[in-house]
Every structure is written in C-alpha cells, then in structure tokens.
C-alpha cells in the first residue's frame, strides 16, 4: 500500500534497519524495516514492516546509536510524516536519538515476511 495512505500510527515503533541499494547515477532505493504497532487498539505486539522508497532522490540519516537503542524497548520512533510533490514524496521519521529524510518516486508499507 502506498506510504501516504497508511494509518498505521509509527509512534513507538522500532526501526530496525536501514538498506539503500543501487549506484549512483542508477536507480537506487531505500528500504526501512520497522516494527510497528498495526492498530491503536492496544496491541501488544509490533510487527515487522518493510517501507521501500523506490526511485530515491536523496537521503539523510543522523542518529546516535547509543540513544535510539536505549529506547528501542519503548519504541525509537517519535513520529512519520510523508510531504508530496509535484514528482516525489519526501518521508520523515523522527527518532529518539536522530532523524531519516528521504525523497523518492514513492515509498510503499508492506508486512514484510520474516524468516
């Protein structure tokens, strides 16, 4: 599903990774594994996303690695917002201890498979 018509609230989810792929100058994407509370009805359980931004623009990523794993009990995400424009969707994920910003064609949220 497209990013920007997801309701899954990010707060207190995890990210766990961080993956861009491709070479300069050819198409590159980014890939966000997070686990994620799917509903606000108090589930006890995060499940495991995958946020793939295909056709990436550009990408920022500042984090103290201390911080974001003191709160990944707790969940290091504060918030997710996604901007649009005229070609490109810009994502931003605050974390308790950094900040991701990346600007691509389109991000898309699945439940990602794990092994």
């Not at 623009?57 to 003191?70: P, V």
């Amino acid at each position: 599903m497209r990013l920007a018509d997801q309701g899954i609230d990010w707060h207190d989810g995890n990210l766990v990774d961080v993956h861009v792929a491709g070479l300069p100058g050819m198409k590159q994407t980014v890939r966000l594994f997070l686990d994620l509370y799917p509903d606000e009805d108090g589930a006890d359980r995060r499940k495991r996303y995958l946020c793939t931004g295909e056709g990436l623009k550009r990408i920022l990523f500042a984090a103290e690695t201390g911080r974001i794993r003191m709160h990944s009990k707790s969940g290091n995400i504060d918030f997710m917002r996604v901007e649009s424009g005229a070609d490109t969707e810009i994502l931003t994920v605050t974390l308790f201890g950094g900040v991701v910003e990346a600007e691509a064609q389109s991000f898309h949220l699945t439940e990602a498979a794990i092994k």
